[in-house]
């Protein structure tokens, strides 16, 4: 879907993250086909909304708010729309002529429009997902790239900063204006560093199933299932017992074990089978 979806607007690879990201978004708000539920649903129990669902990659014009313009600026500027916020019913909409990205909800969207692309292509899309400093922001507050570094420039990264929540509330005061600071964006190579150690902590409570004979057979659901299947190989004479002949080495077998779920992801039954090792 994401493939899809990058080429039907013609956008740069760059924005890949953007578009598997939404890609899920969509795909947890589809129908599947156990009982037209969607997954959203399932774990919520509530059905989800699409009214807000909008075309990846098309045009779309954020208001300017009062405060942020001049009396005869333009009351809405140009973006593209690359997905929706997690922190806010909000919009995420990227610039291209500034590499600026905001979030907003006050947005008209051209679904049959696209960006020209071609036209950027000495523009640099590097941005990834990112952490800023909480802060109170509104709703079109932007987030800036990190500058172009010449080459007598450090290139050792900063140290990562500890993850912290985004708020776009709408803020009280309106006077205050939006150009700080530009917020430095994090490399994927930093990412990946900083949060290995949390995926591979993640991983040791994940409910997979067991590898092994050793591993099952601590578990009476598991020996249960091995017992079911030895039964049922028994009863359709699967094979017959007999003397291993001289020179001849026996072929080994080996357990699967599956773990059937329903729609609500479950545990609905414990499979497990029995198979020959072909490939020794």
Request: hydrophobic share 30%; proline share 6%.
């Amino acid at each position: 879907m994401a493939r899809s979806m990058l080429k039907a607007k013609n956008m740069p690879r760059e924005f890949w993250a953007e578009a598997v990201s939404c890609a899920v978004y969509l795909s947890n708000r589809s129908p599947t086909k156990v009982d037209n539920v969607t997954p959203q649903e399932a774990w919520s129990g509530r059905k989800p909304s699409v009214r807000h669902i909008r075309v990846f990659g098309s045009i779309a014009y954020a208001h300017v708010p009062d405060q942020g313009r001049l009396k005869l600026d333009d009351r809405s500027s140009k973006y593209v729309f690359i997905g929706y916020d997690s922190n806010s019913k909000g919009y995420k909409l990227y610039n291209p002529n500034n590499g600026k990205i905001i979030i907003s909800r006050d947005v008209e969207f051209d679904k049959q429009a696209s960006w020209n692309w071609e036209a950027q292509e000495e523009q640099s899309y590097d941005f990834f997902p990112y952490f800023v400093e909480e802060q109170d922001v509104t709703p079109t507050q932007v987030m800036n790239h990190l500058p172009d570094m010449t080459p007598q420039q450090d290139m050792t990264p900063p140290p990562s900063p500890a993850p912290v929540h985004e708020s776009f509330e709408e803020s009280s005061s309106s006077g205050e204006s939006s150009s700080e600071t530009p917020h430095k964006f994090r490399s994927v190579e930093d990412l990946y560093r900083s949060t290995e150690a949390i995926n591979n902590l993640f991983c040791l409570f994940i409910d997979n199933e067991p590898l092994n004979f050793g591993d099952a057979v601590k578990d009476e659901s598991w020996r249960l299932a091995m017992d079911e299947e030895i039964k049922s190989i028994e009863k359709n004479n699967t094979w017959e017992l007999s003397e291993l002949p001289k020179g001849h080495e026996a072929i080994r077998v080996k357990w699967i074990f599956k773990k059937k779920k329903n729609a609500r992801a479950e545990v609905v039954r414990y499979k497990a089978r029995l198979v020959v090792k072909g490939y020794k």
